[in-house]
T-cell receptor, first 113, second 116 residues
Framework: GAVVSQHPSWVICKSGTSVKIECRSL??????MFWYRQFPKQSLMLMAT?????????EQGVEKDKFLINHASLTLSTLTVTSAHPEDSSFYIC?????????FGPGTRLTVT | AQKITQTQPGMFVQEKEAVTLDCTYD???????LFWYKQPSSGEMIFLIY????DQQNATEGRYSLNFQKARKSANLVISASQLGDSAMYFC?????????????WGAGTKLIIKP
């Protein structure tokens, strides 16, 4: 099946700093990627839809200025958590759209101290 | 109202037994798709099985089968001959509308633990 990678897989950062997470589709092109957030023992929460060459569409309640999304190419979308705070600590998962389904990346665990 | 309901927060099952994970859904759209994903402790979401609303037969993928009861709006996942490696979180998800609508609505998940 299609492969999606995320980098880094785990990151610890200090409060107030920014963190960039990359999502790549390795063997296919994805005009659309999704960014999810998952808290412990909870389900996935869609944060935004990332479209290549255009602005991301954010879900209600998600601050677009805090979670910057850039979909610069057909194989790469990035999520930047700006001025991170401890409450931003979470598991971030991206997915890329294949033919009929989403292919998920392995996730990035962010811890803000 | 919840669009996807998974009523079992957790389950313990003996190894080699079959297990059924419940999922009910709510939609008024005649075209929809139902998915099951497995999430082990590593965090990766692993696609297991898909059922389209117009599919006449229940989907099967190896040891996984989907018990699709359209009138009851249920899409239970059945895992035959469970293995220790099946221990994970399992999520049911639904896509409403045509297959070109890729957004998924997620259930709360069921934590499955297989006992040796």
């Amino acid at each position: 099946g299609a492969v999606v990678s995320q980098h880094p897989s785990w990151v610890i950062c200090k409060s107030g700093t920014s963190v960039k997470i990359e999502c790549r589709s390795l063997d296919f092109q994805a005009t659309t990627m999704f960014w999810y957030r998952q808290f412990p023992k909870q389900s996935l929460m869609l944060m935004a839809t990332s479209n290549e060459g255009s602005k991301a569409t954010y879900e209600q309640g998600v601050e677009k200025d805090k979670f910057l999304i850039n979909h610069a190419s057909l194989t790469l979308s990035t999520l930047t958590v700006t001025s991170a705070h401890p409450e931003d600590s979470s598991f971030y998962i991206c997915s890329a759209i294949g033919t009929y389904e989403q292919y998920f990346g392995p996730g990035t665990r962010l811890t803000v101290t | 109202a919840q669009k996807i309901t998974q009523t079992q927060p957790g389950m313990f099952v003996q190894e080699k037994e079959a297990v059924t994970l419940d999922c009910t859904y709510d939609t008024s759209d005649p075209s929809y798709g139902l998915f099951w994903y497995k999430q082990p402790s590593s965090g990766e979401m692993i696609f297991l099985i898909y059922q389209g609303s117009y599919d006449q037969q229940n989907a099967t993928e190896g040891r996984y089968s989907l018990n699709f009861q359209k009138a009851r709006k249920s899409a239970n996942l059945v895992i035959s001959a469970s293995q220790l490696g099946d221990s994970a979180m399992y999520f049911c998800a639904m896509r409403e509308g045509p297959r070109s609508n890729y957004q998924l609505i997620w259930g709360a998940g069921t934590k499955l633990i297989i006992k040796p």
